[in-house]
């Protein structure tokens, strides 16, 4: 069946730059896209979406760019933070409203460096 | 947001029995849904619980072996049946308004 999938399974930054998670998507029907940050022990815990007719949004620190023509989502995250290291997972939905849950790409592991 | 709570947090259970893991949402919400987590993976989606009528499982996971309840709009459990050790696992309810909430799990261990 069609997937969410990651790039690079351990992504490591130093503290204070940027940091860019990559995300590739292979169902064109896809129209909501969502980051979660998983903390060791926890649940995934939302950080942003987006739908698909939009190509950025911006929250606080986070920035999610999605381009449908290849199929590429992005996390970007300002000034890394130590309480930034976590797995990050990209998720989609293909009705946009739920109905049908979510499909969770891979997981990247963001380090932080000091 | 909503606020999920997951009971239990973690259990050790034996092979062959069940486990059944409940999760309240503090506020009414349409759409409740089950993941599983194995160890070092992604989450995958087993059912979508819904109100008042038999859940929805996705391919692979069976009503027999994931008995799922939905009684109202805030609460629903999930039965782990029938366990063996490939069971073990992390459970995730979520909850679904606009964006997806989740619980913090139920780690799950069969021996």
């Known amino acids: 069946g069609e997937s969410v999938g990651l790039h690079l399974p351990t992504l490591s930054v130093q503290e204070g730059d940027n940091s860019i998670i990559n995300c590739a998507y292979s169902?064109?029907?896809?129209?909501?896209f969502i980051w979660y940050k998983q903390e060791s022990g926890k649940g995934p815990q939302f950080i942003i979406d987006?739908?698909?007719?939009?190509d950025k949004r911006q929250g606080q620190r986070v920035t999610v760019l999605l381009n449908k023509t290849v199929k590429h989502l992005s996390l970007q995250i300002a000034a890394t933070q130590p309480g930034d290291s976590a797995v990050y997972f990209c998720?989609?939905?293909?009705?946009?409203?739920?109905?049908?849950?979510?499909?969770f790409g891979k997981g990247t592991h963001l380090i932080i460096q000091p | 947001s909503a606020v999920i709570s997951q009971k239990p947090s973690r259990d050790i259970c034996q092979r062959g029995t069940s486990l059944t893991i409940q999760c309240q949402v503090d506020?009414?919400?349409?759409?409740m849904f089950w993941y599983r987590q194995q160890p070092g993976q992604s989450l995958t989606l087993i059912a979508t619980?819904?109100?008042?009528?038999?859940?929805?499982?996705e391919s692979g996971f069976v009503i027999d072996k994931f008995p799922i309840s939905r009684p109202n709009l805030t609460f629903s459990t999930l039965t782990v049946s029938n366990m063996s050790p490939e069971d073990s696992s992390i459970y995730l309810c979520s909850a679904q308004q606009v964006e997806a909430f989740f619980g913090q799990g139920t780690r799950l261990t069969v021996v």
């Open positions: 619980a819904n109100q008042g009528s038999e859940a929805t499982y």
């Open positions: 506020s009414q919400v349409t759409m």
């Open positions: 998720a989609e939905n293909g009705s946009g409203g739920g109905a049908d849950g979510l499909t």
């Open positions: 987006i739908r698909s007719n939009m």
């Open positions: 169902n064109s029907a896809s129209d909501y």
